[in-house]
T-cell receptor
Framework: DSGVTQTPKHLITATGQRVTLRCSPRSGDLSVYWYQQSLDQGLQFLIQYYNGEERAKGNILERFSAQQFPDLHSELNLSSLELGDSALYFC?????????????FGNGTRLTVT | AQSVAQPEDQVNVAEGNPLTVKCTYSVSGNPYLFWYVQYPNRGLQFLLKYITGDNLVKGSYGFEAEFNKSQTSFHLKKPSALVSDSALYFCAVRDAGNMLTFGGGTRLMVKP
């Protein structure tokens, strides 16, 4: 068990809808990362937060947004959903902003857009 | 920009034989290299990392990885494969900007 909790495990919704994915990092970890894993594109980095502030942005669409709250949990909001947004969304956390700190991943949220 | 390449989509090996999963990287500055494993319906699990020091890094479950600076490679190895090692393996590199970039993954199939 990595200590990173993601909810819900599965989400099925229709095109055009909006969903929120939630992540609770490992106790003591200040950094939260969001990744998207699809069959044809592997793991894509979306965004990173450190202690409530955005630190790095990857290939995140404008329809997607995220935030990290004072209690360090994070939410990823996906809006105007398209079929191509169907994927596994992973949250990961790490101790601090150091290069050699490994990420600890949650078990992901599987999003299916129909 | 940093990048990671895993040239093999799948590696097949018989149980008890040694295994190698290949990874090459490109990064400016000193590389921070990682291997992760993903089992079905699970998140990625950290296996090992190279930061500095010995070129042979030992990690979890009997895995090790060899860092080769001249070849910019960080191949994952295990002397004797187990059927339970069958999974998806990801190599990753992290730069000074703290972003972790993953390779495309290699599926390891260990047959009894």
């Amino acid at each position: 068990d990595s200590g990173v909790t993601q909810t819900p495990k599965h989400l099925i919704t229709a095109t055009g809808q909006r969903v929120t994915l939630r992540c609770s990092p490992r106790s003591g970890d200040l950094s939260v990362y969001w990744y998207q894993q699809s069959l044809d594109q592997g793991l894509q980095f979306l965004i990173q937060y450190y202690n409530g502030e955005e630190r790095a942005k990857g290939n995140i669409l404008e329809r997607f947004s995220a935030q990290q709250f004072p209690d360090l949990h994070s939410e990823l909001n996906l809006s105007s959903l398209e079929l191509g947004d169907s994927a596994l969304y992973f949250c990961a956390s790490s101790v601090e902003r150091v290069e050699n700190s490994p990420l600890h991943f949650g078990n992901g949220t599987r999003l299916t857009v129909t | 920009a940093q990048s990671v390449a895993q040239p093999e989509d799948q590696v097949n090996v018989a149980e008890g034989n040694p295994l190698t999963v290949k990874c090459t990287y490109s990064v400016s500055g000193n590389p921070y290299l990682f291997w992760y494993v993903q089992y079905p319906n699970r998140g990625l699990q950290f296996l090992l990392k190279y930061i500095t020091g010995d070129n042979l890094v030992k990690g979890s479950y009997g895995f090790e990885a060899e860092f080769n600076k001249s070849q910019t490679s960080f191949h994952l190895k295990k002397p004797s494969a187990l059927v339970s090692d069958s999974a998806l393996y990801f190599c990753a590199v992290r730069d000074a900007g703290n972003m972790l970039t993953f390779g495309g993954g290699t599926r390891l199939m260990v047959k009894p």
